[in-house]
């Protein structure tokens, strides 16, 4: 089985840690990082051309996500144990550690999502947005609906904490089909 595609730009290769999950149908290009436990799964697209990415630990980035820095200053920064749901769109983006941003939502440049905040699916977070701690963004453009419960945080750690685990689980079962 072939491996994920992953290229240099301009001399930078991605760096990413000996344990993160990496789809094999994933592409990831230039001045990226990947650190421990995280994945990035089936079709997603990581281009670090003309800044910097970066993306912590137990994050995971889920299919068909496209992720993109911008030539105007905003790199990409992504913290540890951020949830992005399926097809989702981040350009120029800071994600603070547990973010989570939902399936289809788009975040554009500038854009601040603080810590254990949550972008609804769907959501478009227009430039230079900030997404407070704790808080609920939704709709298109995205506007404050309320902060989170206790027990919201508890499910969008759970559903991390899940992510990590299927990440080593998947890297297993695929090392043993080489
Ligand atoms: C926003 C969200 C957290 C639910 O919030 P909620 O307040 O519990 O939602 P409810 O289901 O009670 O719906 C309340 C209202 O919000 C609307 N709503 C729900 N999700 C919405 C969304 N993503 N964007 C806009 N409106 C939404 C509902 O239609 C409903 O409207 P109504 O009162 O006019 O009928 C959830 O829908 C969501 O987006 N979760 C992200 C899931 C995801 O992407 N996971 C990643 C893959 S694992």
New binding site residues.
């Given amino acids: 089985m072939s491996g994920p595609l992953i290229l240099p730009w301009r001399g930078k290769w991605p760096k990413i840690a000996p344990d993160a999950f990496i789809a094999p149908t994933a592409t990831i290009i230039g001045d990226v990082e990947i650190g421990p436990l995280s994945s990035v799964w089936f079709g997603c697209i990581l281009r670090a051309d003309v800044n910097i990415m970066r993306i912590g630990a137990r994050t995971n980035i889920?299919d068909g996500t496209i992720v993109h820095v911008d030539s105007g200053g905003y790199a990409t920064i992504i913290g540890d144990d951020v949830?992005i749901?399926?097809k989702a769109m981040i350009h120029g983006t800071t994600i603070e550690d547990k973010g989570?941003i939902?399936?289809?939502?788009t975040t554009m440049d500038g854009v601040v999502v603080e810590a254990e905040a949550?972008v609804?699916?769907?959501?478009l977070v227009s430039p230079g947005k900030r997404v407070g701690k704790r808080q609920?963004w939704?709709?298109m453009p995205a506007k404050y609906?309320r902060d989170l419960t206790d027990a919201?945080l508890a499910g969008m750690a759970k559903?991390v904490a899940a992510y990590a685990e299927r990440g080593v689980e998947i890297r297993e079962m695929i090392a043993t089909l080489k």
């Fill in positions: 889920q949830l749901g399926h989570f939902g399936m289809c939502a949550m609804a699916a769907g959501a609920l939704a709709g609906v919201q559903g």
